[in-house]
């Protein structure tokens, strides 16, 4: 799979903390952490019809010349965008943006639209060509995050397009999905 930021590098101090967050979350069985909600997601979410307002547009826009495909191309093959937002304890599980049998989404463009006070990183943990621990990205407003969701060889889910959001602990966190 292949990992792309739009600015910077995930914070490293980030990754530690990351990583003991999801051993809590998985302890779940266990009783779940202080301040953690119960639930798989326990996000909330908004759909948005691309034309639907000159900000989403320039968002098509911009999204298609990232990925070097004329708008007439690039219209047909997305969905609308999906925004989320995350309050204080709210998470996504580990989960996988494509699959064989449901949607066939072959990329991610995951657009962070504020910074959150603590908590709320992307995790990929078997994105292991990026380190042992895979990657942590820390949620900053301006900062976009594109992986592809399938194999090149097979067109099959890839594993290291696998994530999570980690439980805000502090703030909130909005955020934006484009697929294509």
């Given at each position: 799979?292949?990992?792309?930021?739009?600015?910077?590098?995930?914070?490293?101090?980030?990754?530690?903390?990351?990583?003991?967050q999801a051993k809590e979350v998985a302890?779940?069985?266990?009783?779940?952490?202080?301040?953690?909600?119960?639930?798989?997601?326990?996000?909330?979410?908004?759909?948005?019809?691309?034309?639907?307002?000159?900000?989403?547009?320039?968002?098509?826009?911009?999204?298609?010349?990232?990925?070097?495909?004329?708008?007439?191309?690039?219209?047909?093959?997305?969905?609308?965008?999906?925004?989320?937002?995350?309050?204080?304890?709210?998470?996504?599980?580990?989960?996988?943006?494509?699959?064989?049998?449901?949607?066939?989404?072959?990329l991610t463009l995951l657009i962070y639209?504020?910074?959150?006070?603590?908590?709320?990183?992307?995790?990929?943990?078997?994105?292991?060509?990026?380190?042992?621990?895979?990657?942590?990205?820390?949620?900053?407003?301006?900062?976009?995050?594109?992986?592809?969701n399938l194999q090149e060889e097979d067109?099959?889910?890839?594993?290291?397009?696998?994530?999570?959001?980690?439980?805000?602990?502090?703030?909130?966190?909005?955020?934006?999905?484009?697929?294509?």
């Open positions: 799979g292949g990992f792309g930021k739009a600015k910077g590098q995930a914070k490293r101090e980030a990754k530690a903390k990351a990583k003991g302890t779940a069985a266990a009783g779940l952490p202080a301040g953690v909600k119960d639930g798989y997601r326990t996000s909330q979410t908004a759909w948005l019809p691309f034309g639907s307002d000159r900000t989403l547009g320039d968002v098509q826009n911009r999204t298609a010349r990232l990925l070097g495909l004329s708008l007439a191309d690039f219209i047909p093959l997305v969905e609308d965008l999906q925004v989320v937002h995350y309050g204080p304890g709210e998470r996504f599980g580990v989960h996988h943006d494509s699959s064989a049998g449901f949607q066939r989404r072959d639209l504020n910074d959150v006070e603590e908590g709320g990183e992307t995790v990929f943990p078997e994105a292991v060509e990026v380190g042992p621990d895979g990657l942590v990205v820390t949620p900053q407003v301006g900062t976009a995050v594109l992986f592809y067109r099959e889910p890839d594993p290291a397009a696998v994530h999570q959001a980690q439980p805000v602990i502090k703030g909130e966190k909005y955020a934006c999905n484009l697929w294509v």
